[in-house]
């Protein structure tokens, strides 16, 4: 058994949290890395009570950040979900709620200048390639704690941000519809055919009509949880989905890569005449508490692309658009630019507001079985060393 200390930081994103970590600090394999980050996080384990994991998807989080040197970059971020009962780490979606935290991450850490009155940090999502920039507001240098008054899902104070995601299209596979379809059919053993829209805007969706699924909607995540029915409908639609996208695109996609939400009632609010849409998002471990950027951001890109499920209870939008998402614990505002031209919708960008707090930052110890770890001993004892060390 060895040893290894990870200089890190636990960040709270929007409305999930996680631990980052510089790239530089890790090491270079991945098979090494995954491993050293399971026993970090005291994956698996469903308590994850010998580690820094939550025992929940919002706060089973990584963030592997690194400083770029490149002219419209200043940093990356790699996300990954930890596994909470499972010993694997899923790198195959962007989290758009860490995006807040790795620009916190970098203005921090001094890898951004601190303009006034806004700093900027602009990001390369390393799951999926794609920009964003982040605004941060700065009084006299630092950053205004305030209530999170904005950010439903969250309590206490926090750094308010701006995120812009720059053409977010395609961010898994390549294509805004990658079933070629704006409405598929999914065939349910408990409710029979019901019709759902494929988009990947942000991350890759399944967006499904409550309603089809016997539901309102505005369900608890304590509700949907107990439902084994509901659950196993949600499942067998992520795998239908994953076969549509890899039978058009003739490329390999595993359900793991897809989000379901299913869709509720929908409303205009009456002094600003803003959409609004009630919705909830289904993880393969638990019901979302709050909501997703990126699944936000790919619910209003659906909410504009006409002939989609979400677009025929919305109704026409005018560009730019934005909509409110009302979910467990608030509502979320997301505004979309877009263009249609002969027929085909492009997203040119998508603007969620989020705040972000620095909650620790120090040193975490790792206990990992050594035949994956290189490990000195001294006097026959283990020696603490960190992972950088471990490249040299």
């Not at 490149?70 to 990356?76: C, I, Q």
Request: with cysteine; charged share 20%.
């Amino acid at each position: 058994m060895a040893t290894h200390e990870v200089t890190c930081a636990l960040i709270r994103g929007g409305t999930t949290k996680g631990v980052f970590i510089d790239g530089a600090d890790l090491p270079d394999d991945s098979a090494r890395r995954d491993k050293l980050l399971l026993a970090l996080f005291g994956s698996p384990d469903v308590r994850q009570i010998n580690g820094l994991g939550g025992g929940d998807p919002l706060s089973s989080k990584v963030a592997i950040v690194r400083r770029t040197p490149e002219d419209d970059v200043d940093m990356e971020y790699l996300s990954g979900e930890v596994g909470i009962d499972e010993g694997t780490i899923n790198y195959t979606t962007l989290c758009g709620n860490l995006a807040a935290g790795a620009a916190l991450y970098a203005l921090e850490a001094g890898w951004v200048p601190r303009t006034e009155p806004v700093a900027t940090v602009r990001l390369r999502n390393s799951n999926t390639g794609k920009r964003l920039t982040a605004s941060i507001p700065l009084k006299a240098g630092a950053c205004a704690m305030r209530l999170c008054k904005l950010i439903d899902g969250t309590a206490g104070y926090g750094t308010e941000m701006s995120l812009a995601f720059h053409d977010p299209a395609g961010a898994i596979t390549g294509h805004l519809l990658p079933s070629g379809r704006t409405t598929d059919t999914f065939t349910l053993a408990s409710h029979g055919e019901v019709r759902g829209s494929i988009v990947d805007c942000g991350t890759l969706y399944g967006f499904v009509p409550a309603e089809a699924l016997g539901l309102r909607g505005d369900e608890r995540p304590l509700e949907l949880d107990a439902d084994a029915g509901f659950k196993s409908a949600v499942e067998s639609i992520r795998e239908q989905i994953a076969f549509a996208v890899s039978a058009n695109l003739g490329e390999a996609y595993c359900p793991q890569q897809v989000k379901v939400a299913i869709i509720g009632s929908v409303g205009v609010t009456a002094d600003t005449m803003v959409k609004s849409v009630t919705s909830r998002v289904i993880n393969r471990y638990k019901t979302h508490k709050a909501y997703p950027v990126s699944g936000a951001i790919c619910l209003s890109a659906a909410g504009v692309i006409p002939g989609t499920v979400v677009h025929e209870l919305l109704g026409q939008t005018d560009a730019p658009s934005t909509l409110h998402i009302v979910h467990p614990t608030g509502t979320m505002a997301v505004s979309t630019s877009f263009e249609i031209a002969h027929g085909q919708c492009k997203i040119t960008q998508s603007v969620v507001n989020r705040s972000a707090r620095v909650l620790m930052q120090g040193v975490a110890y790792a206990y990992v079985e050594d035949e994956m770890m290189d490990y000195r001993r001294l006097s026959g004892d283990e020696r603490i060393i960190s992972p950088a060390s471990m490249q040299s």
